[in-house]
């Protein structure tokens, strides 16, 4: 039974595809490693990929971990107003949230 439950969870894991499955966190990079292109350029050495497409984008934050906090924390605060709303209210609908 749990090998059958574990492979309908690979299955549903394998349809559904977020940013995650496909990101790189470098920790620790050289400080002059700001160059999203070249980082582009470096990865592309290793990507493996049928298309052909390769790196498709690369994004270079650093030291954004008080960005990571809030985001996380917004995240948190959005699902508890959520529980305050009736059930189904489209939070992005500004207007329609205003006028509750």
Partial sequence: AFSKQRAAEVV???DVQTPSDYSIKVTNPPP???NPDEWQQFFNQYAVCDSGKGVLLVTVALDNAKLVR???ERRSKMKDLAKLLPYGTDMNDRVLVMNL
């Fill in 12 to 14: 549903l894991d394998e």
């Fill in 32 to 34: 002059d490693a700001t």
């Fill in 70 to 72: 809030a985001a996380m």
